[in-house]
């Protein structure tokens, strides 16, 4: 494996507060130098100009594969990966069938080997087939190398099971991940409930009904001393038990998506399908909470909930159309646009959003720059401006909603265990 | 020959529009255009002329995803009325169990050769979306409870017609606000044209947000009759209720429906309209809806006249 140098670039290493224009040198798959001069048979990029991140990692990703690859494969989904500049991302098991087995698991990491893109990490099932009925077999989906469980897609309602997986998996030391959601409130539901339902005759989900799982997921945590994640947070009511819950010392830890940060209920007025989402895109007031709750360390990652869907199954009727929007391509330039540069993030917090703190939240030696570390690094244009064009999207699916928008930063070359895996 | 009967004229140049999706976004003037041609039509029929050969050689489909009769009739009389050709297409018969989606069912039978299709739908937004994939017309029959924008029409012109105006006056539509389309575009309707519109019902069922929009909202029928011009009282619609939102049926009576003795709080000339289907002794009695006050079946005419209207406008151009 030859050597890459990364020149003149700035690095922002947030797991080691770094955050200069230096020189990167990678030998051997790993990190290996700061500040060296390139010699003559190293691969050299000019990073002049450009930030030089620890690979991105999104914690929240849907690779459909197995069971439905109209959607998405691991091949197309780890590619749309590295198009966003994302080197790790965890996969949500709610495909069929779920993966709460080793076999699951196991046939998942087989897939990512062969498309052989970014590092695929395997989230398994808190409970067996999903079912939210008897705890998965944890243990072994641990040992086959799960990182973390969840059964997103659904909540894990049952509060016994709930209590008990927080208890099961102090063994590990690994996180429950729970999609927070009360589903008595949310029968029929296809937008945030508030003054746009309201007007539009449209099934209301209310933001109580993610508030009201959230508070109870943290009142279990805290009771069992158990992990607690809180995926795709979009209300005020779920930042403030957050909040709360983070200074008491309660395990919790929580990521936003971008749509929950850039969009408001608002854009359901065109019925668009693609406005679709689950949680629902909220009122102002939610989303200006969220953004706060971002900058001041209350939300740790921000993460996609890349949700794949073909078209045919998007362009039916609102209440027909799954929820969901692919997220992996548009990511980074949502991030640079409507975050950074409107001042509510600076890069450093920015990226450890995206690196050491999923890192650190799924237990994998990831997300940073260190000396001796794997060799994923992210170069990202900040500059360059596009335009959000599904068409070119690696993903097997278009259900976005910003095709048109035009967007500042986007990754220009990722590098996977030292090998460089895609360039723009 | 056409002109012999109604006194028409061509469909006027500032009528732009392909489709009648809602009321939300009709300007008054709009709005006046079609409730004055309206006025028109219901004329020429109580004269007792019954054909109006302006939209020969159109063909108009009626695609109705829910069940409808009265609906579904005005249309299609308002369409042959005026010699269009007219076809009834109900998702009960088609290929939609058989797992085709909206849009290709409703592409397939625009390729028949359809000018005009009317659409109801149990879900919001559909007829907005088969006229971003359509070249027809649409027109929006219903769409679960976000709009029916013809309903709102006859409703205001029956109002007009009775009131001889709808600027000023008192509109409190009362019931099942939630989930009435009628509501909603009455509502918009009304307020574009400058009546003052009360929502009224069980706290479950009408929400105070409505006072953001513009609209005052009340929990007491008894409270505001004093002073409303028009009751229009909304049919509960247990069909689109997953969770009941009131104790039963007989409570629900005893503190909204209108019967005689509300009545005699009213104002002298309160006029009473009802969309219907009525469940009599829910919303209405019978003496109230049977009596002077009632213009229930002015409306059902005026659907008619309403609704030819409106196919006019959207088709009637050479």
């Known amino acids: 494996m030859s050597r890459i140098l990364i020149e003149n670039g700035r690095v922002i290493d947030p797991s080691q507060q770094i955050d200069r224009v230096m020189n990167l040198l990678i030998d051997g798959g790993k990190i290996a130098a700061y500040d060296v001069q390139p010699a003559a048979e190293d691969t050299v990029i000019d990073a002049t100009g450009k930030i030089v991140s620890p690979g991105l990692i999104d914690m929240h990703v849907h690779l459909r594969e197995p069971g439905r690859e109209e959607d998405e494969t691991i091949r197309t989904g780890t590619a749309a990966a590295l198009a966003g500049g994302f080197t790790s991302i965890a996969c949500i098991p709610n495909t069929e069938p779920p993966i709460d087995s080793q076999a699951t698991v196991e046939f998942v990491r087989h897939q990512a080997n062969r498309a052989d893109q970014c590092n695929v990490f395997v989230l398994g099932c808190v409970s067996k087939n999903r079912e939210g009925k008897e705890l998965a077999e944890i243990a072994q989906l641990y040992e086959a190398g799960a990182v973390a469980f969840t059964d997103d897609g659904a909540p894990v309602y049952d509060a016994e099971l709930m209590r008990r997986a927080f208890e099961y998996c102090l063994m590990f030391d690994k996180p429950i991940l729970n999609h927070a959601e009360i589903l008595e409130l949310t029968q029929h539901g296809v937008m945030h409930e508030g003054l746009v339902s309201l007007q539009l005759g449209l099934g209301g989900i209310p933001a109580a009904a993610e508030d009201v799982m959230v508070s109870r997921d943290i009142a279990l945590a805290e009771a069992t001393g158990g992990r607690l994640h809180i995926m795709h947070v979009s209300t005020a009511g779920s930042v403030e038990a957050l909040r709360r819950a983070k200074k008491r010392g309660v395990r919790v830890t929580a990521e936003v998506t971008p749509h929950h940060l850039t969009l408001t209920d608002e854009a359901l007025r065109t019925f668009d399908s693609n406005y679709k989402m689950n949680p629902p895109l909220r009122s102002r007031d939610h989303v200006d909470a969220c953004i706060a709750a971002l900058a001041d360390g209350t939300l740790d990652a921000i993460a996609t909930d890349h949700a794949p869907h073909a078209q045919e199954k998007k362009m039916q009727e609102l209440d027909r159309a799954p929820f969901g929007i692919v997220g992996l391509e548009t990511c980074l330039g949502l991030v640079v646009t409507q975050l950074i540069e409107p001042g509510h993030l600076d890069w450093s917090t920015a990226l450890a959003k995206m690196t050491v703190n999923p890192a650190r939240i799924l237990g994998i030696a990831k997300g940073t720059l260190a000396i001796g570390a794997d060799a994923d690094v992210t170069v990202i244009d900040p500059d360059v401006q596009w335009t959000v064009d599904p068409a070119q999207f690696c993903s097997k699916s278009r259900n976005t909603p910003y095709t048109g928008w035009v967007l500042r930063g986007r990754a220009t070359t990722v590098i996977v265990g030292g090998r460089i895996k895609f360039q723009r | ?318």
């Open chain 2, 1 to 318: 020959m056409i002109s012999d009967l109604v006194d028409l004229g061509p469909v006027p140049d500032c009528w732009t529009r392909r489709h009648l999706l809602g009321l939300e976004d009709l300007t008054a003037e709009e709005l006046t255009l079609i409730l004055d041609k309206a006025d028109v039509f219901r004329k020429a029929i109580d004269e007792g002329h019954r054909k109006f050969p302006l939209l020969t050689g159109r063909t108009c489909v009626n695609l109705f995803f829910e069940n409808s009769t009265r609906t579904r009739t005005s249309f299609s009389l308002a369409a042959r009325r005026l010699g269009a050709d007219t076809v009834d297409f109900s998702a009960a018969t088609s290929s939609l169990s058989k797992g085709e989606t909206v849009i290709d069912t409703a592409k397939n039978i625009e390729a028949m050769g359809v000018d005009v299709m009317v659409v109801r739908h149990r879900t919001p937004g559909t007829p907005r979306l088969l006229s971003q994939n359509l070249d027809c017309s649409i027109v929006n029959a219903g769409d679960g409870p976000h709009e029916h924008p013809t309903q709102g029409l006859l409703d205001i012109l029956t109002i007009r017609q009775r009131l001889g105006r709808i600027a000023g006056l008192t509109v409190a539509m009362v019931g099942d606000i939630a989930h009435s389309r009628t509501a909603r575009s009455n509502i918009w309707g009304l307020k574009t044209l400058g009546a003052e519109v009360i929502v009224c019902g069980p706290s479950t069922l009408v929400s105070p947000r409505w006072r953001e929009l513009g609209v005052e909202y009340s929990y007491s029928l008894d409270a505001i009759l004093p002073r409303v011009d028009v009751l229009n009282l909304l049919r509960i619609q247990f069909e689109r209720q997953f969770t009941r939102p009131f104790p039963s049926v007989r409570e629900y009576a005893t503190l909204y429906a209108m019967d005689s003795q509300r009545l005699a709080k009213t104002k002298d000339d309160i006029l009473i309209l009802a969309p219907g289907p009525i469940n009599r002794g829910v919303e209405v009695t019978p003496d109230v809806a049977d009596g002077d006050h009632s213009a229930i079946l002015q409306q059902v005419t005026n659907g008619v006249a309403v609704r030819m209207a409106v196919l006019w406008l959207l088709a009637g151009r050479p």
